[in-house]
């Protein structure tokens, strides 16, 4: 019964952070695909819709997603996406003459290689700034827990080469020590929410960051303690990875 709850819930998050590969070999091993998190209602389709993953939400439908499922707030997958197709999909809303006009981008051309080379010749000045080993790999993010009392943020790296929405709530979940899908939102300091790939492609290096968790009682507090715990613990750990003295009591001090 546990390890079923267990794949339940890796199958929500598998939805959430648009990793298609993971959903199909969960729903193929006989995880219910209409599973609900026992806290908020969510299933897996409302966690693709809500972060507008098409080819996931898709997936889903066909293996018998309940498009009507509601979540303990009265939120159907339909109401929480902001993709006009993704809502086509789920409410069987036909398609305008103004909506087939549409453009449709492929991902290659929006999010093209960043090791594509310009034409354009570099200002010499500049070369005397660039690393030896080409441009830098990653982006250096500065990122903490909202409204969790621990006011101190921790640095994370975004790989370059993924610089998306679904990476970055990827990493976020990973070193703050939180479910990916007991996160609400990723905030921008002081006040812009991140929506999308492109509001990723837009942060500087130590741009400061908040993640806003979904408010879900007893649960969500006790994300609230393991994370600022774990925040805490690595914060009083210096870079050679010796604990910090603060941590011991009645130690010598040799002079």
């Not at 250096?140 to 943020?153: M, N, Q």
């Not at 640095?155 to 070193?175: G, R």
Request: with cysteine; hydrophobic share 35%; glycine share 4%.
């Amino acid at each position: 019964m546990v390890n079923e709850k267990l794949l339940e819930e890796k199958l929500r998050e598998a939805a959430c952070f648009g990793d298609l590969e993971t959903v199909q070999r969960l729903i193929h091993e006989g995880v219910n695909v209409n599973s609900r998190n026992e806290v908020n209602g969510w299933t897996a389709l409302h966690w693709a819709a809500h972060r507008n993953y098409k080819n996931v939400v898709s997936l889903l439908l066909k293996c018998g997603a309940d498009k009507g499922s509601l979540t303990n707030e009265g939120e159907s997958p339909y109401l929480l996406s902001s993709n006009r197709e993704i809502q086509i999909l789920l409410e069987g809303v036909p398609h305008t003459a103004e909506q087939k006009k549409l453009p449709i981008t492929p991902s290659y051309l929006t999010n093209p290689p960043l090791f594509v080379s310009h034409s354009t010749i570099p200002n010499t000045k500049d070369l005397n700034h660039t690393p030896v080993f080409g441009v830098v790999e990653e982006l250096v993010l500065k990122v903490r827990i909202a409204d969790s009392g621990e006011l101190d943020f921790i640095e994370i790296e975004l790989p370059k080469s993924e610089l998306t929405f679904s990476k970055l709530l990827e990493i976020c979940s990973k070193e703050l020590n939180i479910p990916g899908d007991s996160i609400a939102k990723i905030r921008k300091l002081p006040n812009t929410v991140l929506r999308k790939d492109k509001d990723v492609q837009r942060l500087v290096n130590f741009q400061e960051l908040e993640v806003v968790l979904l408010k879900s009682g007893n649960t969500s507090g006790a994300h609230l303690a393991s994370a600022s715990s774990s925040i805490q613990s690595t914060l009083l750990t210096n870079r050679n990875q010796y604990e910090s003295i603060s941590q011991k009591k009645d130690q010598t001090v040799l002079y």
